[in-house]
């Protein structure tokens, strides 16, 4: 018998496990007369004492497996209905936060948050152009009114001076005419 | 054994708690499978929990409880498979090992018998990288043999081959283990 014919065979006698075959008793015999193959199989058994010292270790963490609970639970119907609420209230959300409208009108500010767009309906708070117009015309009123109360008190301090200047030339009047008297 | 499958009924007849039993009793003998096959421990960890989840989703396919340790070891190497797949690690393994090792007596720092390593860091990295450097079927031979302690028998069923075919990857497995430690620096020492 050939060397290579009955090597494969080597790993019964590796492993002690012998399967009894006439393969099996071949092996034994051509071992006891083939010094080659003996120290083949003696650079075998070196090779596992080699192998054997990477040792077994336990795992980095325990396996979590829940007491009670399934890994993975299952998907059922009311898992599928629980996922599509949560999904439902995050498209409200985004909607209500799309169409949140901050508006300062003639009520002063307001907010106010839709799901849908509001309507074009009745304008109730100011443009831009209106802002613009609406400061103009408060500025113009102010300096109108600032105008108007300075003619006035202009008025009044003409009124004064011209009522002084009669009562001096009543007074000079009244003087020249004792003056006269007397002469 | 017979705990593993009495575990597995009880499981089956819908004792949830059971399945902790089995995750306990088998835990470390998956994880250090995956360790082996991909040399890498957090690779082996998540292996480790993904196969306990397919165990758990698919236990009720098992028709023979007694069966159970070698379908959960197939199931094991399955998701090796896939991660070994994944990863580009793992060709590094094997390029340094092509590359890194030369003949035999080239790298005398290394020329020393296992022994002398046993207690070194290097002696199981140079192990890995000649475990590492095997085809997948040899890989697989050698570790379920060696490590996970399976028989003979177990190993074919586990590998899904003939008898005969288990023989011949595991005595291939071992031969060039024997020659990646050789290259490597390990010189094994005859009795």
């Known amino acids: ?183 | 054994m017979a705990e593993t499958e009495e575990a597995v009924r009880r499981f089956l007849e819908g004792e949830e708690e059971a399945f902790n039993r089995i995750v306990r009793r088998w835990d470390r003998k998956v994880y250090n499978l995956a360790w082996r096959m991909l040399g890498n421990r957090e690779d082996a960890q998540d292996v480790t929990q993904e196969t306990f989840l397919s165990i758990f989703k698919s236990i009720k396919n098992l028709r023979d409880p007694g069966r159970f340790s070698t379908w959960l070891y197939q199931i094991t190497l399955n998701h090796c498979r896939a991660r070994w797949k994944s990863r580009a690690s793992n060709l590094a393994l094997e390029d340094s090992l092509s590359s890194g090792a030369g003949e035999e007596g080239e790298n005398p720092s290394l020329a020393l018998s296992a022994p002398a390593k046993a207690d070194s860091l290097e002696a199981l990295d140079l192990i890995r990288k000649a475990l590492a450097g095997l085809s997948e079927d040899h890989r697989t031979a050698v570790i379920l043999k060696e490590y996970m302690g399976l028989s003979l028998e177990e190993l074919a069923q586990v590998m899904g081959c003939p008898l005969s075919t288990a023989k011949s990857r595991l005595y291939h497995g071992l031969r060039e283990v024997q020659q990646n430690l050789i290259r490597l620096g390990i010189k094994p020492r005859a009795q």
């Not at chain 1, 596992?48 to 336990?58: A, I, N, Q, T, Y």
């Not at chain 1, 059922?76 to 599509?84: E, N």
Request: glycine share 4%.
């Open chain 1, 1 to 183: 018998m050939r060397c290579e014919e009955i090597q494969e065979g080597f790993v019964e006698v590796l492993y002690d496990e012998y399967s009894g075959s006439p393969e099996s008793a071949d092996l034994r015999e051509h071992l006891r007369t083939c010094a080659a193959c003996r120290a083949e199989l003696d650079e075998l058994k070196q090779t596992r004492k080699s192998l054997g010292l990477w040792k077994d270790e336990p795992p980095l963490q325990s396996i979590a497996v829940a007491g009670r609970k399934p890994l993975v639970p299952a998907a059922s119907g009311w898992g599928y209905l629980r996922y599509a609420a949560i999904a439902a209230l995050a498209v409200i959300s985004l909607l209500a936060i799309a169409n949140t409208q901050v508006k300062w009108n003639k009520e002063g500010f307001s907010f106010s948050a839709r799901l849908w767009p509001a309507p074009e309906s009745g304008k109730d708070y100011y443009t831009k152009d209106e802002v613009r117009n609406l400061l103009k015309q408060a500025l113009e009123d102010s300096e109108s009114r600032t105008n108007e109360t300075n003619y006035l008190m202009m008025q009044k301090v003409l009124d004064t001076v011209e009522q002084d200047r009669r009562m001096d030339l009543n007074l000079i009047r009244n003087t020249a005419a004792r003056y006269q008297n007397k002469n």
